[in-house]
């Protein structure tokens, strides 16, 4: 694992096991899900990605049984949903809590009511449900809105409740479907900050589905890359993100590092190495390694010269990962033992093209 | 206007009244669990069940399509059944609510469909029972719809209960039929028509304020 959560590495809370969905239509059934097996950890943030369409919405329904998969196993602590009874299905959705994309909060309840409708629906005792409520106002920052009407309520004030509510039930794990897609990006970040307080806090595992690479590099753990009904890639975030195997994850990465030659740099590039261009060195700096000042000992160790064209540095899980790109003025002398020196720090190195020199190498 | 007349409206306006009262209230009372049914059977929503539905569904169309007036004399006999006879105020309260039960169900059908089914998936994630969800979301969610669908139930049934004058049901059209067209008494009708006006005015406004009241989709970001 590449992040301590609480818990993690203890049993898995949801374990799916050949999941197949086909949903009948008019051109005939259609697979929305085909063989998908996959197991959350107690206590982690597990995001799942795809595009619209990748069948992310009928998966993660599939969890509480919203949707009930064509075929396949679904074990949620320990029960095997798809065998349940309705009133056992019940009972056990009572320990799943769902958050929507349009929050689906009742006009007609206010704040507090809407927070309270879960245990409601359990039969809890009004003084029980106040016990439960008044808490979980306190932690999504609504006590002063308890009275309000949801159309009283912005967009991330409608979501804060919305989690409110799916926390009420005391649940062992919390589904999250598109929770952020209907909000602006700094509505985001603070309903992501709130996810990410709540599953340190109180140990809770969260399932997250998203189109968006930057939520689950946010805050996930884990994550899965979904297409046309299928996994085609899952592992910790880190890894996914700092080397995507899948086309599709690659694409979810682009979107969001643009690691790519800016145009002017481009516009140089030439078409093969010659007497007159100078090598594109492309540094990648992953994990721990990206904190050991490397450039500096190329340039006053190995004597590089090198022109800086173009860097960026994000960070995933806490971790920096960052990407540099350079003109090596100097390459006959200094190329060579630079490689070696990056890749005996764990670095990545690569020549990634080459551009017409503009300048010599200082004599 | 003489105090004969003053006296003979009041009449009137009392059975009138006792007969939209009465037809009303059965309406709600057996059209809000009808529209209730016919909604929650349809296909895809909690309680599917396509048979129930398509039966309800034709004998609501059938007595729709049913003129009011033709649907009074054809059930003669239910009525003398049910009240012992088939003539006077009584009489015409049991087609009348006839009438008014499938027409209030259609109208609160269509208010619990407008009912995001979003709001019915969350109850159903939270472990709702169909139930639960009927009588914590559907109903509460559709309240304004449903007062407005029985608001206009209420009119309708002040236009219907005109015609109740065929059954000897009296009420203003009656005395309006009889008095102003049959005896030639324009003044009488002018009267009738004017308290049904304000009647009918009386009732939509009540009904258009209970609704807003209760509608909390609307209210105001200032008002806590």
């Excluded at chain 1, 649940?171 to 603070?190: F, G």
């Excluded at chain 1, 630079?338 to 690569?350: I, Q, R, V």
């Excluded at chain 2, 004399?73 to 039960?101: E, F, Q, Y």
């Excluded at chain 2, 049959?182 to 006006?197: G, S």
Aim: proline letters at 5%; a neutral charge.
């Amino acid at each position: 694992m590449s992040h301590p959560s609480p818990q993690a590495g203890s049993q898995p809370v949801i374990r799916l096991t050949d999941i197949v969905k086909v949903f009948p239509s008019k051109a005939g059934p259609s697979t929305v899900l085909d063989g998908i097996s996959l197991t959350v950890d107690r206590g982690e943030i597990f995001g799942i990605i795809g595009r619209s369409g990748a069948g992310k919405s009928t998966l993660v329904r599939c969890i509480n049984m919203l949707e009930r998969p064509t075929s396949g196993s679904v074990v949620v602590d320990g029960q095997e949903m798809t065998a349940l009874s309705d009133a056992a299905l019940r009972k056990a959705r009572h320990r799943i809590g769902m958050v929507f994309q349009h929050f689906n909060l009742l006009s007609s309840r206010t704040v507090y009511d809407n927070v309270a409708f879960p245990l409601e629906i359990a039969g809890r005792s009004r003084e029980d449900i106040r016990k439960a409520v008044e808490p979980l106002l306190d932690i999504v920052g609504l006590t002063d809105k308890r009275d309000r009407y949801p159309a009283q309520l912005s967009g991330g004030q409608k979501q804060r409740v919305g989690i409110a509510r799916a926390l009420a039930g005391d649940p062992s794990v919390l589904l999250c479907d598109e929770a952020t897609s209907a909000l602006d990006p700094e509505t985001t970040q603070s309903i992501l900050a709130l996810l990410k307080d709540i599953n340190r806090r109180l140990g809770l595992t969260i399932v997250l589905i998203t189109h968006e690479m930057a939520v689950v590099k946010e805050i996930a753990d884990t994550v899965v890359v979904l297409d046309a009904g299928r996994i085609v890639e899952q592992g910790p975030v880190f890894d996914v993100f700092t080397a995507p195997r899948s086309e599709v994850a690659q694409s979810f990465v682009g979107d969001l590092l643009n690691h790519d030659l800016p145009a002017p740099v481009a516009a140089r590039l030439a078409a093969a190495p010659g007497a007159d261009t100078n090598p594109l060195l492309r540094i990648t700096f992953t994990g721990p390694a990206a904190n050991t000042p490397v450039l500096g000992e190329l340039i006053a160790g190995k004597g590089l010269q090198a022109n800086i064209l173009h860097g960026s540095i994000d960070y995933i899980q806490d971790k920096p990962h960052g990407v540099l790109t350079v003109e090596v003025l100097n390459a006959a002398e200094t190329l060579a033992p630079a490689l070696e020196y990056l890749s005996a720090h764990g670095l990545k190195g690569e020549i990634v093209g080459h551009v017409a020199a503009t300048r010599r190498a200082a004599a | 206007m003489s105090p004969q007349l003053v006296a003979l409206l009041l009449d009137a306006l009392k059975e009138t009244a006792v007969m939209v009262a009465v037809s009303g209230a059965l309406a709600a009372i057996v059209g809000i669990p009808l529209g209730v049914i016919l909604v929650t059977t349809a296909r895809g929503h909690i309680l599917q069940n396509l048979a129930v539905n398509r039966v309800l569904g034709a004998i609501v169309n059938a007595t729709r399509s049913t003129p009011f007036i033709i649907l009074m004399v054809a059930i003669i006999p239910l009525t003398r059944m049910i009240v012992g006879t088939s003539i006077g105020t009584a009489a015409a309260i049991v087609p009348l609510s006839i009438a008014a039960i499938p027409f209030a169900a259609r109208l609160v059908e269509t208010s619990l469909r407008e009912v995001d089914h979003g709001l019915i998936e969350a109850a159903q994630a939270m472990g709702a029972s169909p139930y639960q969800i009927i009588a914590k979301v559907l109903l509460p969610e559709a309240w304004p719809g449903i007062v407005a669908s029985l608001t206009i139930t209420l009119v309708s049934l002040i236009g219907y209960s005109a015609m109740a004058g065929a059954v000897g049901g009296g009420g203003l059209g009656d005395l309006g039929i009889r008095y102003g067209y049959q005896r030639f008494q324009p003044e009488v009708m002018l009267a009738v028509v004017v308290v049904l006006i304000v009647l009918v005015q009386a009732v939509q406004t009540s009904g258009d304020l209970l609704a807003r009241k209760l509608n909390k989709r609307n209210i105001s970001k200032e008002k806590a």
